[in-house]
């Protein structure tokens, strides 16, 4: 596995359009929250979102959402399931 999401290019076959088709439904800051999230070297912390990326309450709100949705690994870090997390990046 890590060595196909290591690959140059994402190649997810028959899943791009299902997980392009999810993105599309999310609401703006749970997409901002996936684009920060992949953009982490490690798993972070609730307390370590930065002030300005979104308000506390849409923060929370979003990663109750995402947790629902199963984009969110379910742990008290926070950290995106591997496929996800290079979807976003590309």
């Known amino acids: ?3 196909f999401l290591a690959y140059p290019t994402l190649f997810l ?3 791009e359009p299902i997980i392009k088709q999810h993105y599309q439904r999310l609401c703006e800051s749970e997409k901002v929250l996936l684009e920060w999230l992949a953009n982490q070297e490690q ?5 370590q979102k930065p002030p300005d990326l979104l308000s506390d309450a849409d923060f929370l709100k ?4 995402l947790r629902r949705r199963n984009l969110l690994e379910k742990s008290p870090i926070l950290t995106l399931q591997p496929v996800i997390k290079q979807y976003v990046k590309n």
Not at 43 to 47: C, D, G, K, T
Not at 62 to 65: C, G, L, R, V
Request: net charge negative; aromatic share 0%; hydrophobic share 40%.
């Open 43 to 47: 798993p972070v912390e609730i307390s």
């Open 1 to 3: 596995m890590q060595q």
């Open 13 to 15: 076959g028959d899943l």
């Open 62 to 65: 979003a990663i109750q959402s």
